[in-house]
């Protein structure tokens, strides 16, 4: 049966019900990056081994995180490096939630702290 509640709703008021709208927009934004890191580094006629050597890191596994777009564990500076590294570079920015930031996704709550 279907719920009627959602007939005509779009993903993101559906996701916003759930309480997971911000966790599906950084699964999203990161898929997006690894693609875009990917695509430059191939522009480049890099392999991984030749780019994680280039990152300073005997670790092929950073950069793995880094194009693996279900891995949301990546630190910025490894993201910046292997950006500048194809000629490239990063940008972050922090914008105001619909929520006014009051509703943090229950998995969240409790990292910080006043």
């Not at 898929?31 to 670790?59: K, P």
């Not at 880094?66 to 990546?74: A, H, I």
């Not at 490096?81 to 570079?89: N, Y």
């Not at 940008?91 to 229950?106: N, V």
């Amino acid at each position: 049966m279907i719920d009627e509640k959602h007939i005509g709703s779009s993903l993101e008021d559906f996701l916003r019900e759930e309480g997971r709208l911000e966790e599906a927009r950084q699964v999203a934004a990161k898929r997006v990056l690894a693609r875009q890191l990917r695509q430059f580094i191939e522009d480049q006629h890099l392999n991984t081994v030749d780019m994680a050597e280039r990152m300073q890191t005997s670790r092929s596994q950073q950069l793995d995180r880094l194009l693996d777009p279900d891995n949301d564990k990546v630190q910025l500076d490894s993201l910046n490096r292997a950006a500048a590294i194809v000629g490239s570079r990063s940008s972050w920015s922090i914008s105001r939630s619909e929520t006014g930031g009051h509703g943090l996704p229950p998995s969240r709550k409790g990292w910080f702290s006043d």
